[in-house]
């Protein structure tokens, strides 16, 4: 995002909320992942006074797969396999651009259920509903690990599925958010899920 957007004034978290809240008016809608990434980071370059190239633009948009992914995430889903737990994703991204993130970053996963297959993004429903559809699994039988509270715990709270709120960046919980567990990293939600859940 840095190199597509260049020298701007902002950095840090305040340029994260600047991107999650443009990115969010692109997916109220549905268009292809590589899109919205295309569109939210062109949208940013007028508020952030940048100058973002259509080329720029597009190699933002291919570069998902490169974004490393946490340094615990590739252990817990061994650990939690190796338990007998049943792993998926549920991803905000197309397709390609998932499974090529799952390649790279040898992630272990039983499926996965993608914005590109339900042709919506999360919050929306779409993403959960397929998932049990598909997966056989009732609500009472999920736990739904996540770090984003908009994307993935507040919806999962509405539709009465339990979740584990992976607070990595010390946020404040909001009022009327519950989640059966709340940890700030992987590795800390597999001990407290070996303690719960024999």
Known sequence: MRKALGKVRVGGQELMRAYLDAEKVQESSYKKYREVLRSTIISMSGTLGAQVSERAAREFSASVPRWPAFPDTAKFLRDMGSRGFKRHILSNVDNDL???TIRRNHLEVDGFVTAEEVGSYKPNPGHWLRFMRESGARKGSILHVAQS??????????MGIASAWVNRYDEKMPAGVNTAFVSDTLAHLAAALETHIP
Do not use: G, K, S
Request: hydrophobic letters at 40%; aromatic letters at 8%.
């Open 149 to 158: 509270l908009y994307h993935d715990i507040v919806p999962t709270q509405a």
């Open 98 to 100: 998932l499974e090529e």
